[in-house]
């Protein structure tokens, strides 16, 4: 079965950076695009970037652009967010999910704070 | 950017009865390959988003047939034909169509009386 686990999660500094795994198994992982989408306390979904199945295009929300980066490691079915510049309002549950969004995993917290 | 617009934002329902939630979008969702990019997800308490209808009006893998969407365009509606305690949670509709300006509606609470 399809399974996305997601790890990297933590607290950090304004300013500070964080990087974000998540691990694939269950499906073709090189066949398919994947996003990440986060989840302030209490709050909305919110759309945070798309990578396509080879890496060749990616898509970031204006809220991180410029400051995350999406990629991929098809070898090792394993997807990534680098985040960077970290503001307070980037604190939030980040989840990854299979393209078309069909599969999410569990999430892992991200809180920016000094 | 297209606003999705829930309504209502809460719901509060008797097991057994029916259950409805409409879903807005600011532009169409109808793509010139014919799809219409509108999903429905239910996130229960504690939990990640799960997948309930895409494209409409289609249920996914293993979600019961008292879940139904429907709808064209701009307006969206999911139906839940009997209430179960299993289903509480939040709900919300996504629009894929635009990318990369995809974006979810505001989430409907929906409760067991």
């Known amino acids: 079965q399809v399974q996305l686990v997601e790890s990297g999660g933590g607290v950090v500094q304004p300013g500070g950076s964080l990087r974000l795994s998540c691990a694939a198994s269950g499906f073709t992982f090189s066949s398919y695009g994947m996003h990440w989408v986060r989840q302030a306390p209490g709050k909305g979904l919110e759309w945070v970037a798309f990578i396509r199945y080879d890496g060749s295009n990616k898509y970031y929300a204006d809220s991180v652009k410029g400051r995350f980066t999406i990629s991929r490691d098809n070898s090792k079915n394993t997807l990534y967010l680098q985040m960077n510049s970290l503001r307070a309002e980037d604190t939030a549950v980040y989840y990854c999910?299979?393209?078309?969004?069909?599969?999410w995993g569990q999430g892992t917290l991200v809180t920016v704070s000094s | 950017d297209i606003v999705m617009t829930q309504t209502p934002l809460s719901l509060s329902v008797t097991p057994g009865q029916p259950a409805s939630i409409s879903c807005k979008s600011s532009q169409s969702l109808l793509h010139s390959d014919g799809k219409t990019y509108l999903y429905w997800y239910l996130q229960k308490p504690g939990q990640s988003p799960q997948l309930l209808i895409y494209?409409?009006?289609n249920r996914f893998s293993g979600v019961p047939d008292r879940f139904s969407g429907s709808g064209s365009g701009t307006d969206f509606t999911l139906k839940i034909s009997r209430v179960e305690a299993e289903d509480v949670g939040v709900y919300y509709c996504?629009?894929?169509?635009?990318?990369?300006?995809?974006?979810f509606g505001q989430g409907t609470k929906l409760e067991i009386k």
């Open positions: 494209e409409v009006s």
């Open positions: 996504m629009q894929s169509i635009q990318l990369p300006r995809y974006s």
């Open positions: 999910a299979k393209s078309p969004f069909d599969y």
